[in-house]
């Protein structure tokens, strides 16, 4: 959410933002936005005089009884009640504009990085940089699940019985491998400074709507019935919800935070063949990355954390390229996004494993997440980058690691974890 401020000073600007966003649609909330504002600020001054006038005439009441004039007494009483009846018509009308106004401030995008790219959709993404040699192999490269299948990991018609489209279950070496990407992961963030969390998997509505747009809501979270409850589609939700109408120590910042949790999403639409297996689910696990910072910060740490990934990955053998995420790509909250892209050799092209994007004050104002400076009340940036999630990091891993004869083998760093294995065998 932008503040409403920048709004009124400058509403070319915010259109401006919204046409690079190709968001049309929107721009006649900012003149409706603007017209409401106005009014607004027009009742609150009418109440705030007739307060004033209501305050001074009820003084009075006191002073004419005493004096033995209770005629005029009755009078200014009577003004006084129509004052109050005046202010409280005043109050609900505020109330219900300040609602609208709010709903469309939660609407309208938050500004975009003037070096992020113009482009209607993710198709017009632009590559930046690619990490190790992104190799073909020399024999052709199984589906996903036929991979896993071979290797006696992955059991999908249980759980289309039990739990329908969507999910699955993982056994033996690969569930092991599974866990052992995700803790290896949590250790890598550790080693570098972040502070482990385990987040609440449930949040409340309020929580939800300050961390994302209404559109992302509908189309991710599952809601729990009867209750005000979500489903988190990613930890980050609930990391971020912790902080809600909290004045932070200024010291303490920036707060470096990883944490895990199983994420559920509706995943609504259809997303292609190649989202077949278990590259698009509805539940998995996953270890993310949040950084609240002061704003002159925020970039820093967006560079910083999108590296920890790439560095991540490279350290598994898994080559990677780093994309700009276009204006037409990027959530309504989001100021900048990079997506980091894991070679696959079977389909010789890349496919998106991680995106960090930097949300400056959008959330925060949302939430009302600020720290105190001498110059008064600040609203913090906030971050987030996923670190790994196994299922789409499994495909990368699995095809990169593959040998001819159907076993994959197991990278130096994950061999702690995976009790000194140093390959997965065909069963």
Same mark, same amino acid.
């Given at each position: ?49 007739? *307060? ?62 003037? /070096? ?42 249980? %759980?289309? *019985? ?17 866990? %052992? ?63 809600? /109408? ?78 700009? !995420? ?27 494993? !991680?995106? !960090? ?6 959330? %925060? ?30 495909? %990368? ?31």
């Amino acid at each position: 959410m932008i503040d409403i401020a920048i709004l009124r000073v400058d509403p070319d600007r915010v259109r401006a933002n919204i046409k690079r966003k190709f968001q049309d649609k929107k721009l006649p909330l900012v003149d409706e936005v603007l017209q409401l504002d106005t009014k607004n600020r027009a009742l609150k001054k009418e109440g705030d005089e007739l *307060r004033a006038m209501r305050n001074t005439l009820s003084s009075q009441i006191g002073m004419l009884i005493k004096s033995g004039k209770k005629d005029e007494a009755e009078k200014v009483k009577a003004q006084v009640s129509a004052n109050n009846l005046r202010i409280n018509e005043l109050e609900k009308e505020q109330q219900d504009i300040s609602a609208r106004i709010k709903q469309i401030m939660m609407t309208i995008p938050n500004f975009v990085a003037d /070096d992020v790219p113009v482009g209607k959709d993710d198709s017009e993404n632009v590559q930046l940089e690619t990490f190790l040699e992104a190799k073909e192999k020399p024999f052709d490269v199984p589906y996903h699940t036929e991979i896993l299948e071979k290797l006696g990991g992955i059991d999908i018609d249980s %759980a289309r *019985r039990t739990s329908g489209q969507g999910f699955y279950y993982l056994t033996g070496d690969i569930a092991r491998l599974h866990s %052992a990407i995700l803790t290896y992961a949590r250790d890598f963030m550790i080693d570098h400074g972040f502070t482990y969390v385990i987040p609440p998997f449930m949040i409340r509505s309020e929580v939800v709507s300050g961390v994302m747009s209404f559109d992302e809501m509908d189309n991710m979270m599952y809601k729990i019935e009867g209750e005000d409850l979500y489903l988190i589609g990613t930890s980050e939700h609930s990391m971020i919800g912790r902080f809600m /109408d909290t004045i932070l120590d200024e010291k303490s910042l920036p707060l470096k935070l990883t944490s895990y949790s199983p994420c559920f999403r509706k995943e609504k639409g259809a997303h292609g063949i190649e989202e077949r297996g278990i590259y698009r689910i509805h539940q998995f696990e996953k270890q993310e990355m949040i950084v609240i910072c002061k704003p002159e910060e925020s970039e820093y740490w967006y560079n910083k954390m999108w590296n920890l990934s790439v560095e991540l990955f490279v350290s598994m053998g898994i080559p990677v390229r780093t994309l700009a !995420c276009c204006t037409g790509d990027l959530a309504d909250l989001k100021y900048k996004s990079l997506d980091v892209e894991a070679w696959s050799p079977r389909q010789k092209k890349y496919f998106e494993v !991680c995106s !960090c994007s930097n949300l400056t004050d959008a959330q %925060a104002r949302r939430l009302g997440i600020r720290y105190k400076t001498d110059k008064g009340m600040v609203y913090a940036h906030t971050l987030n980058n996923t670190v790994v999630a196994p299922p789409r990091m499994l495909i %990368a891993f699995l095809e990169n690691h593959l040998n001819a004869d159907g076993s994959v083998n197991i990278p130096a760093v994950l061999q702690p974890y995976m009790g000194g294995k140093t390959k997965i065998e065909v069963k």
